[in-house]
């Protein structure tokens, strides 16, 4: 009997220092992630798996173009994957435009983004253009003065406007892919980047699909 005792307990001290070793792993260096839902397609489909990093977030070397998990600004007990648009400093424009129907009330809300002074408008516009070109339309590198290139207002419909915000410090702007299904910061603005959880590194689910994002 109490040789049985002694192997219990020394299994049972495995399985605590595994499981110990296995949430602080998940908790601090990174974990896997299922997606659920559209808005992330064409790039993401539902019950892709994803292997996300925890570190970068908490370094804040979030870039551009980076696809990230966060909590929900509207819901905290829910995530969302979304991709980063705007960084602190960065000027969203943003402009609603009429879908198929312009009698309709549907609707799509399209940005382009002004890099903020600090960072390089150049590499910037090109990285994000590389990785996003099917994501809320043009990109706009900034001018000399900091301008914006307005786009021309719809007489018909003079409830489109457009509008431009600036992303504080300590926020991020972030958007899905699929521009016309997705709730995001055009819907509920800048998001702080305390709530980012992690920074998806590949997808390894479905394996025909497998991907690095860069």
């Not at 920074?199 to 479905?206: D, G, Q, S, T, V």
Request: net charge neutral.
């Amino acid at each position: 009997m109490f040789k049985f005792l002694s192997k219990a307990a020394g299994v049972f001290g495995y399985v605590i220092q595994y499981g110990c070793l296995t949430h602080c792993t998940f908790e601090y260096l990174g974990d896997f992630v299922v997606c659920v839902g559209p808005s992330m397609e064409p790039t993401l489909h539902t019950n892709n798996i994803l292997i996300t990093d925890h570190i970068t977030p908490r370094l804040n070397h979030l870039q551009r173009g980076d696809i990230i998990i966060a909590k929900s600004p509207t819901n905290p007990l829910q995530h969302v994957c979304k991709r980063i648009i705007g960084l602190p400093g960065d000027r969203i424009m943003t402009k609603a435009s009429f879908n198929l129907n312009p009698l309709s009330n549907s609707y799509t809300i399209h940005t382009s983004v002004v890099p903020g002074r600090n960072s390089d408008s150049t590499a910037a516009d090109q990285k994000l253009r590389q990785k996003v070109d099917f994501v809320s339309g043009s990109v706009d590198a900034s001018s000399d003065d900091g301008g914006v290139e307005l786009v021309e207002e719809h007489p018909a419909h003079p409830e489109i406007r457009t509008s431009i915000v600036t992303v504080p410090r300590g926020h991020l702007w972030i958007e899905g892919d699929n521009v016309q299904n997705s709730s995001d910061s055009r819907n509920y603005g800048p998001v702080p980047i305390g709530l980012v959880k992690s920074k998806a590194i590949c997808r390894i689910w479905p394996v025909t699909q497998f991907h690095v994002f860069a």
